[in-house]
Nanobody, 125 residues
Framework: VQLQASGGGLVQAGGSLRLSCAAS????????MGWFRQAPGKEREFVAV????????YYADSVKGRFTISRDNAKNTVYLQMNSLKPEDMAVYYC???????????????????WGQGTQVTVSS
């Protein structure tokens, strides 16, 4: 599985961005997909996860109500719509695929098997 994240950029506080993560390889529709982020000097942290069929989503408390994760299995793509961005949202955002535990939406990075290259989100105050 190869993952390609895109859509990052520079935005003012209060603005919006939509991240995309395109997956190659077979059986994308069987994987739970997550978004994580990592700011300089900090550990990688969970942002959101969506189950393989899109039936369930979970969010970090810090983004709940502002971010929305979705997926289009026909396009092998997962999205992260980010609204009301804050300076503290600034980080490199990574998408990840969990192929080992489709019955449980994981929030820990070490539960994920494949990672995209990351896309930078910069929020100016």
């Amino acid at each position: 599985v190869q993952l390609q994240a895109s859509g990052g950029g520079l935005v003012q506080a209060g603005g919006s961005l939509r991240l995309s993560c395109a997956a190659s390889g077979r059986a994308f529709s069987r994987y739970n997909m997550g978004w994580f982020r990592q700011a300089p000097g900090k550990e990688r942290e969970f942002v959101a996860v969506i189950t393989w069929n899109g039936g369930s989503t979970y969010y970090a408390d810090s983004v709940k109500g502002r971010f929305t994760i979705s997926r289009d299995n026909a396009k092998n793509t997962v999205y992260l719509q980010m609204n009301s961005l804050k300076p503290e949202d600034m980080a490199v955002y990574y998408c990840a695929a969990d192929i080992g535990s489709p019955m449980k939406a994981q929030t820990r990075p070490n539960e994920y098997d494949y990672w995209g290259q990351g896309t930078q989100v910069t929020v100016s105050s």
